[in-house]
């Protein structure tokens, strides 16, 4: 039989060699991610800076882009300014407005308040666009548990429908400590129920961590698939269920894996925004610019440590 075996591959062509070498091996080397590097402001909300002073900060500290709060869109124009004063500025400190985070409950279990969702989302969504935005976060808000995943799927596809509808196109994201949809895994679940080319979804160090999905879970994941990815870090002297997204501390100064998250990043290929996303008190009392530089230059060095 084997003798046989290795005549059969022969006449087909291939070497006793080819044969026991994986087919990616003949395929070749996918292109490795690109990353670049993001402030959420977050990290410096608790200075109340302001949209304008949150963008000046994001320049001056060496950032490609700024992820910003749709409410802070909506009280800087309530203030009467307009959304292309908004991008000229964003543009005039040499940035991208790479995602912004917002709270539509378009998941909602109950049926009237995910319409109400719906079109909450619309308008946020071309109020973005004129800012230059592309992506809104997409958190399961509104949602009980348990979720009906398929239905959650088929409410993403219906989002994702209304993103090509406006140009600015909705990360599906889960939070590590909102039972209903806390876990990798759901969200993997209602990005296959959704079964479209654009999803796209968020993680989260933190969340990873908070919510129990671990890290493995990454390496299923390949492409575009995932654009934003928030950065942050967790202490180890706090029971992985009793932490809080205050207790984020900078990339590389907790005991996440980073390394191992950041080459599965590397390794899926396509494009790798890097958001910068903290809540720590201890940091707003410090003076935002410092806190930006000090984040970038961490997420700096967490890739450099895995080039």
């Known amino acids: 039989m084997k003798t046989n075996r290795r005549n059969l591959l022969k006449g087909l062509g291939l070497g006793s060699v080819a044969a026991l070498t994986p087919f990616s091996s003949f395929s070749s080397s996918p292109k490795k991610s690109n990353f670049s590097y993001c402030l959420n402001t977050s990290t410096i909300r608790g200075q109340k800076p302001g949209l304008r002073k949150y963008i000046e900060i994001a320049g001056e500290a060496g950032y490609d882009g700024i ?3 749709v409410e802070d ?3 800087y124009i309530a203030e009467g300014n307009s959304t292309a004063e908004i991008r000229g500025l964003i543009q005039d400190n040499g940035l991208r407005v790479e995602n912004a985070i917002g709270f539509a409950p378009w998941m909602a279990t109950d049926e009237a308040k995910s319409q109400q969702g719906f079109k909450q989302m619309e308008e946020e969504m ?4 004129e800012i230059g935005c592309k992506r809104v976060a997409a958190p399961g808000i509104g949602a009980e548990a348990p979720v009906d995943l398929m239905i959650a799927g088929k409410k993403y596809k219906a989002l994702l429908n209304l993103g090509r509808k406006t140009g600015v196109m909705p990360q599906l994201e889960f939070w590590g400590a909102f039972t209903p949809f806390h876990h990798l895994g759901q969200v993997l679940m209602v990005a296959a129920v959704a079964n479209d080319p654009d999803t796209r979804l968020l993680p989260d160090v933190y969340h990873l961590f908070r919510g ?6 990454l390496k299923l994941i390949h492409g575009q698939a995932i654009e934003i990815f928030h950065m942050n870090d967790f202490p180890a002297d706090i029971p992985r269920e009793q932490q809080q997204d205050k207790d984020r501390v900078y990339p590389g100064d907790g005991v996440a894996p980073l390394p191992q998250i950041i080459s599965d990043l ?10 910068l996303e903290l809540f720590n008190p201890a940091y707003w009392e410090r003076d935002p610019l410092e806190v930006a530089k000090t984040g970038l230059l961490k997420m700096k060095n967490a890739v450099k ?3």
């Open 67 to 69: 992820e910003v709060w």
């Open 212 to 217: 129990g999905s671990g890290f493995e879970g």
């Open 126 to 129: 071309y109020m973005l666009a």
């Open 305 to 307: 440590a895995v080039s």
């Open 73 to 75: 869109v909506k009280q």
């Open 266 to 275: 590397k390794r899926m290929g396509g494009d790798k925004v890097l958001s």
